[in-house]
């Protein structure tokens, strides 16, 4: 069975300093796609990076960056120096090959102090 | 390009009427597809749609149901509405062509029903 699990229910850190986000997976595919949403206070869920489970490559796209594991079906998002515009809560979520639908974690909340 | 469009945002309704909620994806995405986000259940799918068929279905009652125009709009019907039935409910669209799965869903910004 597909699942997704976000332990982390809420994070609390001061501007300027680091947080990771953890996420693990499960899924009996070989093929299979990762992602990252987050969603402000507005509600709206908002896009940040999708993985494909042949791409273990790591990335980085200013402040935020994934790390990808299968070894320990874990996708990890990390976002440095953070910010006060960074507080939302993050999903991570899981999709299978022919399957148009994303199993989504039950999100970390994040609060960055000023 | 226009984002994906949710109407209408907010809704009050009472228990054992029906609803219907209307999405309109980006210009150009076939597939379309349902959440519902409680904060007990979190973010739970609802339905897919690719070509005015629906291609997926998640694990709710025949209460909920949708339907695809060939112009790839969308509507979510949920009749005889039960007080459990309060939530946020997300539409998304993708670029998802036969296969489905691949890509990124882009999300509108949600219609907000309340039961009473």
């Known amino acids: 069975a597909q699942k997704v699990t976000q332990a982390q229910t809420e994070i609390s850190v001061v501007e300027k300093e680091d947080v990771t986000l953890d996420c693990v997976y499960e899924?009996?595919?070989?093929?299979?796609?990762l992602f990252w949403y987050k969603q402000p206070p507005s509600g709206e869920l908002v896009f940040l990076i999708r993985r494909n489970s042949f791409d273990e490559q790591n990335e980085i796209s200013g402040r935020y960056s994934w790390n990808f594991q299968k070894s320990t079906s874990s996708f990890n998002f990390t976002i440095t120096a953070s910010q006060v515009v960074d507080s939302a809560v993050y999903f991570c979520?899981?999709?299978?090959?022919?399957?148009?639908?994303?199993?989504f974690g039950q999100g970390t909340t994040l609060q960055v102090k000023p | 390009k226009a984002g994906v469009t949710q109407t209408p945002r907010y809704l009050i309704k009472t228990r054992g009427q029906q609803v219907t909620l209307s999405c309109s994806p980006i210009?150009?995405?076939?597939?379309v597809s349902w959440y519902q986000q409680t904060p007990g259940q979190g973010l739970q799918f609802l339905f897919e749609y690719f070509s005015e068929t629906q291609r997926n279905k998640g694990n709710f009652p025949g209460r909920f149901s949708g339907r695809q125009f060939s112009n790839s709009r969308s509507e979510m019907n949920v009749s005889t509405l039960e007080l459990g039935d309060s939530a946020l409910y997300l539409c998304a669209s993708s670029w998802d062509g036969p296969g489905g799965g691949y890509n990124e869903q882009f999300f509108g910004p949600g219609t907000r029903l309340t039961v009473l």
């Open positions: 899924t009996r595919d070989t093929t299979y796609y």
């Open positions: 979520a899981l999709s299978e090959a022919g399957l148009g639908k994303l199993i």
């Open positions: 210009s150009g995405h076939r597939s």
